[in-house]
């Protein structure tokens, strides 16, 4: 008879994850400890053993307490999909807790198949298939935008690298606080991306744009298996004729076709974000649609609709800040948002 638990060891975890065909980064340890220790949310991660003792299956649930977002469950926070693998008996154990905990809601970020949930798709992901002959890749991106903006990036003088430097990182988080501070949403703090580095190892790196030595943009990627995710990315908006978004996503496109991998995923947009769709759509992706589930009902979530007159206030706000106070600000309500 199966058995439920939440104590397996991290190397047979590890094993279940790499033969499981649904699995991704954000079923990993890694993930559970980078979360734990960023934002100190609580995990409650449920496996299923088979009568021999192995895994069979796994849903990581993350406890979030937020007078912003409510007092939820999450499978997980900061991911763009995560769902059960394996056996799906495992949900019951699931709403059990939901219930034991007293929270507002479980949300899933997949597809359930279940009467109990609710189910919202608000998001897509766009998806670039890979090859080991680049020269089939850059035939796919758009030739009047695309590959016009990596030639002309390439004639300026940039030069595009890879590093784990940590003042290379604290440059990116700086021009991601730019970024974000620009469209009005707060941004990772500081330690999320410390963090990031210090417990993802491998499964991260970061790419930088530099001219005349200077980064005047950055990107992070992360690997898991056969796939390369565009994680976060920041410029310096003086900088932004020199393409050094299209520099350092082609170079690290180059990257993953020459390492093997076969999928590259631009990562999660909302429908309302029209000129970012249409951007990523033109590097000859595929569009995947992102269905969540909710139990026992979808919350009212403010970043899903960006015409809501709270939003918009708060992306006012969010722009006229000083600096120093946005900072300060964004690190005390990110965790919110995952």
């Not at 104590?7 to 279940?16: A, G, H, P, Y």
């Not at 340890?29 to 409650?44: A, M, R, S, V």
């Not at 926070?77 to 769902?83: E, I, L, R, T």
């Not at 298996?225 to 690290?252: C, Q, R, T």
Request: hydrophobic share 35%; charged share 25%.
């Amino acid at each position: 008879m199966a058995e439920i638990t939440k104590n397996v060891k991290e190397d047979e975890w590890k094993e279940f994850l790499n033969n499981a065909a649904a699995s991704g980064i954000y079923h990993t340890p890694e993930w559970k400890k980078f979360l734990e220790k960023t934002f100190g949310f609580k995990p409650y991660y449920l496996f299923v053993k088979d009568d021999n003792g192995k895994i069979a299956g796994l849903l990581p649930l993350f406890h979030i307490k937020s007078k912003l977002t409510g007092n939820r469950l999450c499978s997980v926070p900061f991911s763009h999909v995560c769902g059960i693998i394996g056996n799906e008996d495992i949900l019951k154990e699931g709403i059990r807790l939901f219930e034991e905990l007293g929270v507002d809601s479980l949300e899933i970020r997949e597809h359930v198949e279940s009467e109990v949930f609710q189910h919202r798709n608000s998001f897509s992901t766009y998806i670039l298939e890979l090859s080991p002959d680049t020269g089939q890749v850059w035939q796919k991106l758009d030739k009047g935008s695309v590959r016009w903006a990596i030639k002309k990036s390439q004639k300026t003088g940039i030069s595009v690298e890879t590093t784990r430097n940590i003042e290379d990182i604290k440059k990116f988080y700086e021009l991601n606080c730019i970024t974000k501070k620009e469209i009005g949403v707060p941004c990772h703090p500081w330690n999320f991306f410390k963090n990031l580095f210090e417990i993802m190892g491998d499964h991260v790196s970061l790419y930088v744009t530099r001219f005349n030595n200077e980064i005047i943009a950055g990107g992070i990627m992360e690997y898991f298996k056969d796939s390369v995710l565009y994680g976060y990315g920041a410029a310096d908006p003086d900088y932004l004729e020199m393409h050094p978004y299209n520099a350092f996503i082609w170079n690290s496109i180059e990257d993953a076709c020459k390492n093997g991998y076969r999928y590259y995923d631009f990562g999660r947009t909302s429908y309302d974000n029209s000129g970012l769709i249409n951007f990523k759509k033109r590097w000859g992706t595929v569009e995947k649609k992102l269905n969540y589930s909710y139990y026992p009902k979808n919350p009212v979530s403010l970043t899903e609709n960006r015409d809501n007159l709270k939003y918009r206030i708060g992306t006012k706000v969010n722009q006229r800040m000083p600096m120093l106070v946005y900072k300060k600000f964004s690190s005390m309500v990110f965790g919110s948002f995952g």
